[in-house]
């Protein structure tokens, strides 16, 4: 079956939903996991990169941010790799992964983000999605960049006459994978179906 992941990033893990689609346009839910970006160790200053050099010297402050970034690279690699393998083992293809995305940072400095706090929150954000991508990208699965705040928008736009009974679909699925279905599992799903109609 051809499978499309989306993907919802928090500090340190992200939700994916994985799901297929028969050629009648039926929809099937394929996989519901929770990656681990981190290490339980690394989740006790990495998760928050930006916070945890907030009060150090500059150079010190580069360095520890340039540590969670690997690490969380390295994760994010490991966790999309086995939730690739596990979809070929079953005998799928993932041909698309859409990562919601939240508000474009300017390209601002290390010291910039650490005079703000807003912008640590910012940053540490587009940390853990920026990842994400890079790992699905170095698989080679195309990425869909879906805006989170636009998420319900451009399902209106691209699904149409069809919006309607693709949301009714999707709430039918994850009442019958039970919890956890709540808004990260939903618009997971929404930005995976919108994955397939991706140029």
Request: hydrophobic share 45%; charged share 25%; with cysteine.
């Amino acid at each position: 079956m051809q499978v499309t992941f989306g993907l919802k990033a928090h500090s340190g893990w992200a939700a994916l939903i994985a799901l297929g689609r028969s050629p009648k346009d039926a929809w099937t839910l394929v996989d519901r996991r929770r990656l681990d970006l981190l290490t339980p160790e690394e989740m006790t200053w990495a998760k928050q990169p930006f916070h945890a050099a907030e009060d150090l010297p500059p150079g010190e402050a580069k360095r520890l941010i340039a540590r969670a970034r690997r690490a969380s690279r390295r994760g994010a690699e490991r966790a999309v790799h086995d939730a690739l393998r596990s979809a070929h083992d079953a005998g799928h293809t993932v041909f698309a992964c859409a990562v919601l995305q939240g508000t474009p940072m300017p390209a601002w400095s290390v010291e910039q983000i650490r005079a703000v706090h807003l912008r640590m929150h910012q940053a540490e954000g587009a940390l853990f999605r920026e990842v994400l991508r890079g790992a699905a990208e170095r698989r080679g699965v195309q990425v869909v960049a879906v805006p989170e705040k636009r998420l319900a928008e451009q399902a209106r736009a691209a699904l149409g006459p069809r919006h309607a009974k693709v949301l009714r679909t999707l709430d039918a699925l994850g009442r019958a994978a039970g919890p956890p279905w709540g808004k990260d599992q939903k618009d997971g799903a929404l930005a995976a179906v919108l994955a397939w109609s991706a140029p």
